[in-house]
Nanobody, 124 residues
């Protein structure tokens, strides 16, 4: 059983930056593909970015390409999401997730464990 705790959210002006962190405990972190999802009010939870176990392959949703970067530190059991050039439409609750079953995972059903989320609000 893996526990995930996100941090780093907050209120930022458009064009600003935030770095989200997700600390994992209770499992072998290096064996999990890690992902970030977000959910805005009234909308479905959507995939944002993932980083695979073993080789660190990454994939982002088109709307954040060139602005968001996912990374991981297996020694620290932590995955990060660096968010630059933030826009009001990035406002959402951001969730960290871990997949034990898949090396490449871009849908909710591929993930086995979820954090409680951290709120990101971007003002215009």
């Amino acid at each position: 059983q893996v526990q995930l705790v996100e941090s780093g959210g907050g209120l930022v002006q458009a064009g600003g930056s935030l770095r989200l962190s997700c600390a994992a405990s209770g499992g072998r972190f290096s064996g999990y593909t890690m992902g970030w999802f977000r959910q805005a009010p009234g909308k479905e939870r959507e995939f944002v970015a993932m980083i695979s176990r073993s080789n660190g392959y990454t994939r982002n949703v088109d709307s954040v390409k060139g602005r968001f970067t996912i990374s991981r530190d297996d020694a620290m059991n932590t995955v990060y999401l660096q968010m630059n050039s933030l826009r009001p439409e990035d406002t959402a609750r951001y969730y960290c997730a871990a997949s034990a079953r898949f090396t490449v995972a871009t849908i909710r059903e591929s993930y086995d464990y979820w954090g409680q989320g951290t709120q990101v609000t971007v003002s215009s």
